[in-house]
C-alpha cells in the first residue's frame, strides 16, 4: 500500500534542494467508507477490508495514468516470462480448461463483461464463461464502486488472461465488510468446478482472527478447492487473512525482462507485505522449511510481479475516462489471482491423469515440498514497513519461497506420472549420402522411456543442415500410438543432427546424428603463411563419397577465395581427378581458397596472408582544426601501407617524424613529433600550434617517403570568467553534516584578479553552484586560484562534474603531502585515481587547472602563485564524461579560492581510452601508485543510510545562526525515498 504521508511530505519541500523525489505511482483507495490502516492491532474484527493493488499514476499528478492503449506488461510476456507457455499435459496445451476460478471482491464493476471482451480482444484472447452473482448467488448485484472496480477489472482480467480456458465466477460482495467478504467467499467455495478462490484484500492482524480461519476450510460440497490471498502492499507487519494457515499467502516482487521478453531478474518489491504472525501458530507445512520463525506462521508462502512500475495492462471504463481506458496496475492483488490461475492449470492436468483437484491442505503442503529449483528464489530488494524484511536466500519473509517457474511447479503439482511424455527417441541410419532421402522414426517416451501410446501432440523438426529437407510440422493421431515415421533429405556432408521438438512444450524434444557423405575436393599446397603480392601453386584433388579417389573425374571448376582481390591462373580445369593452379593473395589477413563444380567442394583455410613492404604513408586521423596552445584533436595517427593498400602490422620499430608543412603563421609545432611505429601505426600525442593561422598542413616523414594532411586553421582562445564571488553566495548550495562555515571576503581575493574570493573554514562540506552558467563540459579546460591560509594543513577540494551522484575533484593535500584527482561518489566516499607527491607552503596562492577530456581523461595541473610556473601534473583516466557544476570543499583551517575560469572544447583527448585504474606521472616524470577508500571524508562525519533536508535558510556568515523557526527539517523515514545522509541548504 503506498503511504499516505508522501505526497504531504513532498508538498512541503518548496526549496530547492540538490536531491527530489517524486513518487512514480501512488495507491488509490477503493473503498467509499473509513479503513483500518494495517498497522493498527485490534482485538475484534474490523470493520472493512481493503484492496491490495497500485495503481500507476501521471507524473507529478495524483490521477492514474489512464492512456489510450496498454501500457505495462502483456499476458504473451508475462506467460514466456514465468513459463507459463511451456504447460502442457501430453500435448494439450495448459490453459485451465475444465475449471472455475472463483474471484471475490466488494461492491461491484457494471462495466466488467465489455471492458473483459474489450481485454480479450486487444490481446486475441477468446471470451471466457463469466458469471457475477451477490454474495448469496442471486443476480440483484450490489450497489456499484468507482473504488472496488479497478480491483474487480485487474482479478477477472488477469486470472482470464493466465489461463483462458477456466470460467470465471466473479461473486461481490454487498460492501468491503469482514461478514459479507466472508459470506461471499463461503458461496464461492461451495459451488461445484470452482477450484481457486482468489481474495485480493485484507486488513491487520486481531486476536480473535483464529475463529476465523475457518471460513477458509473447503466446504464438504466442495472439498477440493484452495484459497489465495494477497499478502498486503504496505510491507510488515503481517495482514488478515493472509496469516491464516488455510490461505496461501503472495507476496510480490519487481520482474525485469529482457529486450526480447524473456525472464532476466527478480527483486522483492518495496510494498510486499509479510511478516511473522502474531496470533497464528506456525502450520506443519513450514517446519524445516521457514527458519524466521519456529512458532508462528509467516507469509508470504510465495510471490510474484507486484510492482506498478512492472505491471499489467488493464482495461477499465467505470470509475476512468472512457477516452483512456487503459491503466497500470501493479499491488499484491495482480499476484493472487495469477497464482489463482496457475492452481486452475494444474488441476487441469490432474483431472487429466484422473486425480481430484488440490485441497488447501494438500497445496500448502506440496508447495513448501516443492525443490527449490521449481521457484525463482529472489535474494535482493527489501520490503517496507516494521520491521523491514529482506529478500535473501531460500524462504524469507518479503517474497516467501520465491516466483513460479510455472512449467516445473505445475508437473510437480500434477505429479509424475506413466502416462507423461518427458522426451522423444528419434531412429536413423547411422549413415547417409548427401541429396538422398531416408526414414526416421519419431517415438513419443515418458520417463521409463516407454512409448506414450495416447499422445496427441504436434512435432516440428530442425537439423543442423540450413540446406535439409525436413517434414512438415506433424500433430499425431491416436492410431499412431505414439509412433510416426517421416522422410528427410541431407544435403551437407559431415555430422548432422535432426531433432523434433513439440510445439506446445518445448521442453519435450529429442535429438539424433547422422554422418552424412558426399564427393568431395581437396585443396592443399598453399603455406599456412604468404606475403601479399606472393604467387603460390596448390592442387585440387577430387574424391568420392567413400574417401577413394576419383581419378576419372575430369572437368572445369571454379576457385574462389575470402580474399575478393586473390588473382588465380587461367587453366581452371581437373584431367583424371587433378588439377594444379597457382594463386596470388593482396588482403592481408587469414584467408582460404575454395574450389567448387555443382555440388562438390573443397577448402584450404588457415592461410595467414602477411602485408608486403611499406609502399605509401597516410594519415589516419588528422586536425580539422585546432586552438593556440591547446592539444590537437584527434590524436594524430599516421599508418604505413603496402602497395595493396595493408596496414603493414609486421613493422614495430621504424621511426616516422612530423612537421609543419605549410605554415602560414610561423608557429612551432610541439608535442610528440617523432613516433616509432606499432603495428605500422604512428602515434603522435599532444600536439600543440603556437600561433594562429589558416591552411596549416602536418607533413609526416618515413625515409624517401612523405604525406602531407588536409590543411586545417589554428584559432586563438580565451576564458571565461564563470565565477569572481562578486555576488556573494545566493546561488550557492551545501551539502554535509555541519552547519556551513563558508562567506566571501577581500581577504580572499587572489590579488590582480578579483576583490572578493570564498572563504572556506574547514568545516568539510561541499559548496556548488547548480545552474546553467556554472556547466562544465568534458573537453573544457577549468582553473581556480587556491590559497591555503593560516597554515599549510588539511586539504583544498576543487570539484568538477558535479550532479546529484557526485563529483570529481582535484585536491591539494598538505596533510599527505599529494597532489591528487578524485571521484567522490555520493559526495561521501572517496576514490584516488591518480596522485603525486607535492609540498605546499601557507599563506601562498596557487592556480589548479583541469583539462578535461571528452573520453573522460582528466589532466590537473598546478602552478606556482605566478599562474605561468608548473609545478605538478596529475593525470587519471576517470571514464566520466557527464557535463556538470563545480564545487569547493576543504578541511582544516581556513582555504581560499577565488575566479574560476573555464575555456570551453580545448582539451579534448579524443582517442585516449578510460581504465579502472590510473597511472600518475608527476612534472619530474616520475609515476606514482594510485590509491582507494570508502572511509568517511576527512573533516565531516561518517554518512548513513538516510539523510536530512533542510529548507532554504537566510543568508549567513561565519557569525550567524539559524534559529529553529529559521531551519524547520523534516526526517524521512522511507529508505527507498532516501539513500544518504548529510545537509542540503540553498544559501543565500
Known amino acids: 500500500m503506498a503511504f499516505s504521508w508522501l505526497r504531504v511530505f513532498a508538498q512541503r519541500l518548496s526549496c530547492p534542494v540538490l536531491h527530489s523525489y517524486r513518487s512514480q505511482y501512488q495507491q488509490k483507495q477503493r473503498h ?74 466488494a461492491y461491484s464493476d457494471p462495466t466488467i463483461a465489455s471492458d473483459l471482451h474489450a481485454f480479450d480482444q486487444e490481446f486475441g484472447l477468446a471470451d471466457p464463461t463469466l458469471t457475477v452473482v451477490n454474495q448469496t448467488g442471486g443476480t440483484t448485484l450490489p450497489t456499484a464502486s468507482t473504488d472496488w472496480a479497478g480491483e474487480i477489472s485487474l482479478d477477472v482480467e488477469w486470472a482470464h488472461a ?86 496461501l499467502s503472495v507476496g510480490g516482487t519487481t520482474l525485469n525482462l529482457t529486450s526480447s521478453g524473456s525472464y532476466s531478474s527478480e527483486t522483492a518489491w518495496s510494498g510486499s507485505g509479510g511478516g511473522i504472525s502474531a496470533y497464528e501458530s506456525q502450520p506443519s507445512y513450514q517446519k524445516g522449511v521457514v527458519t524466521q520463525s519456529t512458532t508462528k506462521r509467516t507469509d508470504p508462502d510465495v510471490s510474484y510481479d507486484a510492482n506498478p512500475d512492472t505491471g499489467f495492462a488493464v482495461y477499465q471504463t467505470y470509475g476512468n475516462s472512457s477516452s483512456t481506458p487503459w491503466l497500470q496496475y501493479g499491488g499484491t492483488s495482480d499476484a493472487a489471482p495469477q497464482w489463482a490461475a496457475l492452481i486452475a492449470i494444474a488441476d487441469q492436468g490432474r483431472t487429466l491423469d484422473g486425480e481430484a483437484a488440490l485441497s488447501s491442505t494438500t497445496l500448502l503442503k506440496d508447495i513448501y515440498s516443492l525443490p527449490s529449483s521449481d521457484f525463482h528464489d529472489i535474494t535482493s530488494g527489501t520490503s517496507t514497513g ?22 516445473l511447479v505445475v508437473a510437480g503439482l500434477v505429479g509424475t506420472t506413466t502416462n507423461a511424455v518427458t522426451h522423444f527417441s528419434i531412429s536413423v541410419p547411422p549413415t547417409a549420402t548427401a541429396g538422398s532421402s531416408f526414414s526416421i522414426t519419431v517415438e513419443a517416451l515418458n520417463a521409463s522411456n516407454q512409448i506414450v501410446t495416447g499422445y496427441t501432440g504436434t512435432v516440428s523438426f530442425t537439423s543442423s543442415d540450413g540446406s535439409a529437407v525436413l517434414p512438415a510440422s506433424y500433430t499425431f493421431t ?40 558426399a564427393p568431395y575436393f581437396t585443396v592443399t599446397g598453399i ?11 596448390f592442387s585440387v584433388t577430387a574424391y568420392n563419397a567413400n574417401g577413394t579417389k576419383n581419378t576419372s573425374y575430369d572437368g572445369a571448376v571454379v576457385l574462389t577465395s575470402s580474399d575478393a582481390h586473390a588473382v588465380f591462373s587461367s587453366n581452371v580445369t581437373i584431367t583424371n581427378g587433378v588439377g594444379t593452379f597457382t594463386v596470388t593473395f593482396e588482403t592481408a589477413g587469414t584467408q582460404s581458397v575454395t574450389t ?15 602485408p608486403g613492404a611499406v609502399a605509401k604513408l597516410v594519415f589516419l586521423q588528422e586536425p580539422s582544426n585546432a586552438t593556440i596552445g591547446a592539444t590537437i584533436s584527434p590524436t594524430v595517427t599516421v599508418e604505413e601501407l603496402d602497395q595493396y593498400g595493408n596496414v603493414v602490422t609486421t613493422d614495430s620499430s621504424t621511426k616516422i617524424t612530423l612537421s609543419l608543412g605549410s605554415n602560414p603563421g610561423g608557429a612551432t609545432l610541439s608535442g610528440t613529433v617523432a613516433a616509432t611505429v606499432s603495428k605500422g601505426v604512428a602515434t603522435f600525442s599532444n600536439l600543440s600550434v603556437s600561433a594562429a593561422g589558416t591552411s596549416y598542413t602536418l607533413v609526416a616523414r618515413e625515409g624517401s617517403l612523405s604525406v602531407s594532411s588536409s590543411s586545417f586553421s589554428v584559432t586563438s582562445s580565451s576564458a571565461t570568467v564563470i565565477e569572481n564571488f562578486q555576488n556573494g553566495l545566493n546561488n550557492y548550495y551545501y551539502m554535509g553534516s555541519s552547519y556551513p562555515f563558508v562567506f566571501t571576503s577581500t581577504a580572499a581575493a587572489h590579488p590582480g584578479t578579483a576583490t572578493e574570493g570564498l572563504v572556506d573554514e574547514g568545516d568539510g562540506n561541499w559548496y556548488f553552484r547548480q545552474d546553467s552558467g556554472a556547466v562544465i563540459n568534458p573537453g573544457d579546460t577549468v582553473s581556480v586560484w587556491v590559497n591555503l591560509a593560516g597554515s599549510a594543513n588539511g586539504r583544498a577540494y576543487f570539484g568538477f562534474g558535479t550532479t546529484g551522484s557526485g563529483l570529481n575533484s582535484v585536491v591539494l593535500a598538505p596533510n599527505t603531502n599529494q597532489f591528487i584527482i578524485q571521484n567522490n561518489a555520493g559526495f561521501e566516499s572517496f576514490t584516488n585515481l591518480a596522485a603525486a607527491t607535492q609540498t605546499y607552503a601557507a599563506n601562498t596562492w596557487y592556480l589548479v587547472q583541469v583539462q578535461w577530456g571528452t573520453s573522460g581523461t582528466v589532466v590537473a595541473k598546478l602552478f606556482a602563485s605566478n599562474g605561468t610556473t608548473l609545478l605538478n601534473t596529475v593525470t587519471a583516466a576517470t571514464g ?55 572511509s568517511a571524508q576527512e573533516g565531516s562525519g561518517h554518512l548513513s543510510t538516510s539523510f536530512w533536508m533542510g529548507l532554504s535558510l537566510p543568508a549567513t556568515t561565519k557569525s550567524e545562526s539559524a534559529s529553529s523557526a529559521e531551519n524547520p527539517w523534516f526526517r524521512a523515514i522511507e529508505q527507498d525515498l532516501f539513500a544518504t545522509e548529510g545537509w542540503f541548504v540553498r544559501i543565500g
Open 32 to 105: 467509499p467508507s473509513p479503513r483500518v490502516e494495517a498497522l493498527e492491532t485490534r482485538d475484534v474484527p474490523t470493520a472493512v477490508f481493503t484492496p491490495d493493488y497500485v495503481v500507476l499514476s501521471g507524473t507529478g499528478s495524483a490521477s492514474p495514468l489512464g492512456t489510450t492503449g496498454p501500457t505495462g506488461y502483456t499476458p504473451s510476456e508475462i506467460r514466456q516470462a514465468y513459463g507459463f507457455n511451456q504447460i502442457s499435459f501430453n500435448g494439450t496445451s495448459g490453459t485451465g480448461a475444465g475449471t472455475t476460478i472463483a474471484i471475490v471482491d
Open 596 to 610: 567448387a563444380a555443382s555440388s562438390i567442394t573443397g577448402t584450404e583455410s588457415g592461410i595467414t596472408v602477411l
Open 162 to 247: 493466465i489461463a483462458p480456458g477456466a470460467k470465471i465466477l466473479l461473486v461481490e460482495a454487498t460492501n468491503s465488510s469482514e461478514s459479507n467478504l466472508f459470506a461471499a467467499v463461503k458461496y464461492a467455495a461451495a459451488q461445484k468446478g470452482v477450484v481457486a478462490v482468489s481474495m485480493s484484500w485484507g486488513g491487520s492482524e486481531f486476536s480473535g482472527e483464529t475463529s476465523d480461519d475457518s471460513v477458509f476450510v473447503p466446504p464438504a460440497s466442495n472439498p477440493d478447492v484452495v484459497f489465495i490471498n494477497s499478502s498486503g502492499d504496505s510491507g510488515a507487519p503481517a495482514s488478515y487473512p493472509s496469516t491464516s494457515p488455510n490461505v
Open 478 to 517: 491416436t492410431s499412431d500410438d505414439g509412433k510416426h515415421t517421416f522422410t528427410v533429405t541431407l544435403k551437407t556432408a559431415g555430422t548432422e543432427t535432426i531433432a523434433a521438438t513439440d510445439t506446445i512444450s518445448s521442453s519435450i524434444t529429442g535429438t539424433a546424428s547422422v554422418s552424412v557423405s
Open 880 to 934: 566520466d564524461i557527464t557535463a556538470g557544476t563545480f564545487a569547493f570543499r576543504a578541511t582544516g583551517s581556513n582555504k581560499y579560492f577565488s575566479t574560476v575560469t573555464d575555456t570551453r572544447g580545448v582539451h579534448n583527448f579524443a582517442t585516449l581510452a578510460a581504465s579502472s585504474s590510473s597511472s600518475t606521472t608527476t612534472s619530474s616524470g616520475t609515476a606514482s601508485s594510485t590509491g582507494s577508500t570508502s
Open 527 to 537: 603455406p599456412s603463411s604468404i606475403t601479399a603480392g606472393t604467387s603460390e601453386s
Open 386 to 407: 516494521s520491521p523491514r524484511e529482506s529478500a535473501t536466500t531460500g524462504y524469507d519473509l518479503a517474497t516467501g519461497r520465491g516466483t513460479p517457474i510455472a512449467n
